[in-house]
T-cell receptor
Framework: GAVVSQHPSWVICKSGTSVKIECRSL??????MFWYRQFPKQSLMLMAT?????????EQGVEKDKFLINHASLTLSTLTVTSAHPEDSSFYIC?????????????FGQGTRLTVV | AQKVTQAQTEISVVEKEDVTLDCVYE???????LFWYKQPPSGELVFLIR??????QNEISGRYSWNFQKSTSSFNFTITASQVVDSAVYFC????????????????FGTGTRLQVFP
C-alpha cells in the first residue's frame, strides 16, 4: 500500500527555536495533506489542510503564523513550528490522500514527537 | 456539526475474550464515511476499515467485525478471541463527503478507546 514518511520521528529543541517536520508521500502524488496534533492520551485534532501549490487552510484556534505549512510539491509538505515553547510539545501526525477525484484512502505518517525544553 | 463519541476510555480484557468497542457519530449529511484506525504504542495510525453511509452490511475480517447501524448512528467494532497484540488505542472517525473532491474532506476523530489485552 501507499506509504507516507514523516521525518524526524522525534525531536527535542530549545524553547524559542523553530522546528521543521517533513511529510512525504513515497509512491503516490498527494494533492492534499493533513496535519494533526495529538496530546498524550488524547485524540487527533486536525490543525490544517494543505493543498499543493496553495495556502493551507487552518482550523479554528490554530495560529497560522506559529505553525507554518508549506506544500510545495505533490510529494512533500512541511510543518514548521516557529518559536517553539514547552506547550507546543506534542505528537504531530500527517496524512496524505492521492489523486483529485473520487474517494481515496488517507495514509498516515508514523508521527513526530516534539519535545520543547 | 460532526461529532464522534467513543464513550469507553479504557477497556481491559484477558486474552481470548471477545471485546466490542463502541462508536456513535453525529452528522447532518446523508453521505459520509466511517473509519476505524488502530494506534499501537509506536504511534503510527493503522487503517482498519472504511464504510460509506449507503452500505449497512456488516463486515468481518478475520477476528475483526464491524456493525454499522444508521438507525442508532453507531459503528461498533468487535475483536473476537482477543490477543495481546491487539493492545492499542482504537479510533473511530467520520468524514463527510461535502465537497466535489473527496480528497479534501477531513477526518473527525473520536477520543479513542485504549484496549489492554492481558495474557
Amino acid at each position: 500500500g501507499a506509504v507516507v514518511s514523516q521525518h524526524p520521528s522525534w525531536v527535542i529543541c530549545k524553547s524559542g527555536t523553530s522546528v521543521k517536520i517533513e511529510c512525504r508521500s513515497l509512491d503516490f502524488q498527494a494533492t492534499t495533506m493533513f496535519w494533526y496534533r495529538q496530546f498524550p492520551k488524547q485524540s487527533l485534532m486536525l490543525m490544517a489542510t494543505s493543498n499543493e501549490g496553495s495556502k493551507a487552510t487552518y482550523e479554528q484556534g490554530v495560529e497560522k503564523d506559529k505553525f507554518l505549512i508549506n506544500h510545495a510539491s505533490l510529494t512533500l509538505s512541511t510543518l514548521t513550528v516557529t518559536s517553539a515553547h514547552p506547550e507546543d510539545s506534542s505528537f504531530y501526525i500527517c496524512s496524505a490522500r492521492e489523486g483529485t477525484g473520487g474517494w481515496t484512502e488517507a495514509f498516515f505518517g508514523q508521527g513526530t514527537r516534539l519535545t520543547v525544553v | 456539526a460532526q461529532k464522534v463519541t467513543q464513550a469507553q476510555t479504557e477497556i481491559s480484557v484477558v486474552e481470548k475474550e471477545d471485546v466490542t468497542l463502541d462508536c456513535v457519530y453525529e452528522t447532518r449529511d446523508t453521505t459520509y464515511y466511517l473509519f476505524w484506525y488502530k494506534q499501537p504504542p509506536s504511534g503510527e495510525l493503522v487503517f482498519l476499515i472504511r464504510r460509506n453511509s449507503f452500505d449497512e452490511q456488516n463486515e468481518i475480517s478475520g477476528r475483526y467485525s464491524w456493525n454499522f447501524q444508521k438507525s442508532t448512528s453507531s459503528f461498533n467494532f468487535t475483536i473476537t478471541a482477543s490477543q495481546v497484540v491487539d493492545s492499542a488505542v482504537y479510533f473511530c472517525a467520520l468524514s463527510e463527503a461535502v465537497t466535489l473532491s473527496y480528497n479534501t474532506d477531513k477526518l473527525i476523530f473520536g477520543t479513542g478507546t485504549r484496549l489492554q489485552v492481558f495474557p
